[in-house]
């Protein structure tokens, strides 16, 4: 079992930054992929930016050019910064992760974190 944690929400002002972090611990042996959803008020969850093991990347158009995402194996982390920040990208952001595991016929499995706040006020 991986447990995720994530920090670094929190209220900002429009054109402001935020880097948030999620730490994994636990069965972390066999992370692949990583990366972060968000879900704000009455919305669906969606697919924020991942990072695979070889540190493909992949970012939604809504907050490309304006986020970036990165792992630290060593920390076994992976953080999303995120400038210019704007009143649409207030949500709950989640951290999730990625196992395959190979002795059990590459069975895939998908842990989340409990989400931070990220408020962004106009």
């Known amino acids: 079992q991986v447990r995720l944690v994530e920090s670094g929400g929190g209220l900002v002002q429009a054109g402001e930054s935020l880097t948030l972090s999620c730490v994994a611990s636990?069965?972390?042996?066999?992370?692949?992929?990583m990366g972060w959803y968000r879900q704000a008020g009455g919305k669906q969850r969606e697919l924020v930016a991942s990072?695979?093991?070889?540190?493909?990347?992949n970012i939604t158009d809504s907050v490309k050019g304006r986020s970036t995402i990165s792992r630290d194996d060593a920390k076994n982390t992976v953080y999303l910064q995120m400038n210019s920040l704007k009143p649409e990208d207030t949500a709950v952001y989640y951290c999730y992760a990625d196992s395959i595991y190979p002795r059990r016929g590459y069975l895939l499995l998908d842990s989340w974190g409990q989400g931070t706040q990220v408020t962004v006020s106009s």
């Open positions: 636990g069965d972390i042996n066999c992370l692949t992929a």
């Open positions: 990072i695979t093991s070889d540190c493909t990347t």
